[in-house]
Every structure is written in C-alpha cells, then in structure tokens.
Nanobody, 123 residues
C-alpha cells in the first residue's frame, strides 16, 4: 500500500501561484511514477501532469503546459506541482496518484490516490 497526502491548496486570485505537495509513505517512493489530476464540480476528473520514477520524463495536459511544473524529490518521498499564472478555470480538487507502471502517462492505471486538496482561483 502507498499512502498519499496532498497539501498546499487554497484560495488565490487569478495570476497568482501555488505549490501543491504530495507526501508518500508505505512503499519505496522511487518505484512509482506519479501523476496529478483534478476534478472540478460537475466535471470528470482530468489528467494534469505526470512524472516518471526518476523524474527524467514529464508530460502535461495542454491546458496547463507552460504554467504548471511537476517535480519530485525521491529523498523526501514527495511530488510537487508548481502552478503559476493561475486561472479561474484551474479551480478544482487536485489529486496526486501513484502508478507502478514504468510509463503510465495520462491513462495509467494509477493504483493509489490521495484524498485531494482544493484549489480555488478567483477572477
């Protein structure tokens, strides 16, 4: 089992920045690729970003490309999502997820999920 705990969400204004963190425990963190997903009210969950086990490969949804950066610190068992130039349409619950696949990408599967952290961007 892998336990994931997100933090760092909050209420910000358009144009502001936030950094989300996701702390992992339970198994060897570097054995898992990590992803960030989000779900806005009334919408389906969508892929945001993904990072490979060692951090050498990343992938982003087109909607966040150039504004968001995913990174990881395998010494701290933590994955981050730096979000810059936030827009109201970024408002959502953000979830981190872990996949035992070598290169899960947006499709996964991701076996473990955190409980989410809310990000609200006001205009």
């Amino acid at each position: 089992q892998v336990q994931l705990v997100e933090s760092g969400g909050g209420l910000v204004q358009a144009g502001d920045s936030l950094r989300l963190s996701c702390a992992a425990s339970g198994r060897t963190f570097s054995n898992y690729a990590m992803g960030w997903f989000r779900q806005a009210p009334g919408k389906e969950r969508e892929f945001v970003a993904y990072i490979s086990r060692r951090g050498s490969l990343t992938n982003y949804a087109d909607s966040v490309k150039g504004r968001f950066t995913i990174s990881r610190d395998n010494n701290r068992d933590t994955v981050y999502l730096q979000m810059n130039s936030l827009k109201p349409e970024d408002t959502a619950e953000y979830y981190c997820a872990a996949s035992s696949r070598l290169l899960p990408g947006p499709e996964g599967p991701y076996e473990y999920w955190g409980q989410g952290t809310q990000v609200t961007v006001s205009s």
